[in-house]
């Protein structure tokens, strides 16, 4: 039976996970009640984190003071210690709950350090660094939640997320740059292909940048179907989500790829999305 502020911490991540223009999919319906809330607060974690990172007109101390404090509360929680935060209410009791290490709430919050302090990537590798931080740990924290978590799922996992973190990249490029002053295309693929910032910068079309963004996305769809065979590891709802997630990426992928004007953000239309639920109701990944 859960305590009064323990309930009230848990709803209030719930009304988060709900209401926000990024909504996070594992904490949908399509998740067995129990989970729902564990998952909310490790989504109200993240995007509270996240926001820092991002968000209003702080500073780069500020936001690293704000992320070093979500530390501290992490700490807390290791050593039982109480904490005056209604996210870290419920994710210590999702934490205790569920047994989970600590390990990748740290990893996500170096990868928003990493958000404030790094805007460019020199190589294909430091890329993958930075996805190892910001999307693989979401990947293994729902997997343990779901007592699925081995080294086979986890490697799937870890090729779903940082396939979908690439392929959200690539269709944000305008925005990365023009409102966060960051590039995610790594920059000695940029000098192959006789491109510089200042193509980003102007919004400058080209088949050469069509072609190297084109490049990015097959790479990061390759990367998707390599994890693709995690579906057949899971079972009920959760693979249900992990099959529209999966597919939901190939589709944007597919998009991406079709337009003309590499800094235009698709959107999904009606079609769509029948389109997506028939993919996933007979997708079956070898």
């Known amino acids: ?161 940082t396939a979908l973190q690439l392929i959200n990249f690539m269709q944000d490029i305008d925005e990365d740059y023009q409102q966060r002053d960051r590039i995610y295309i790594p920059q000695n693929e940029l000098a192959m292909a006789s491109l510089n910032e200042q193509t980003i910068a102007a919004r400058e079309l080209s088949p050469a940048l069509k072609s190297l963004v084109n490049d990015q996305l097959e790479r990061a769809r390759q990367m998707l179907l390599q994890g693709a065979p995690l579906v057949n590891q899971l079972q009920g709802r959760l693979k249900w989500v992990m099959k529209f997630t999966i597919n939901g990426g190939l589709l944007i992928c597919k998009k991406c790829q079709a337009r003309n004007n590499v800094f235009l953000r698709p959107t999904l239309n009606k079609s769509d999305t029948l389109n997506l639920v028939a993919r996933s109701i007979y997708f079956r990944p070898r």
């Open 1 to 161: 039976m859960q305590s009064k502020p323990v309930q009230l911490a848990y709803a209030e991540c719930l009304t988060q996970a709900n209401s926000h223009y990024e909504n996070f999919p594992t904490a949908s319906k399509l998740i067995k009640k129990k989970h729902r809330q564990a998952t909310a607060a490790i989504y109200s974690f993240a995007r509270r984190a996240d926001d820092f990172a991002d968000e209003g007109e702080h500073s780069n101390e500020t936001r690293i003071n704000k992320l070093n404090q979500f530390d501290r509360y992490l700490d807390n929680i290791e050593l039982n210690q109480p904490v005056d935060d209604l996210t870290f209410i419920a994710l210590a009791d999702t934490i205790h709950q569920y047994q989970l290490p600590l390990r990748p709430f740290r990893k996500l919050l170096q990868a928003f350090r990493m958000d404030v302090n790094k805007k460019r990537y020199a190589n294909f590798s430091e890329l993958l660094h930075y996805c190892q931080h910001s999307a693989n740990p979401v990947g293994e924290l729902v997997l343990r939640i779901h007592d699925v978590y081995t080294d086979k799922t986890a490697q799937l996992s870890d090729n779903i997320c």
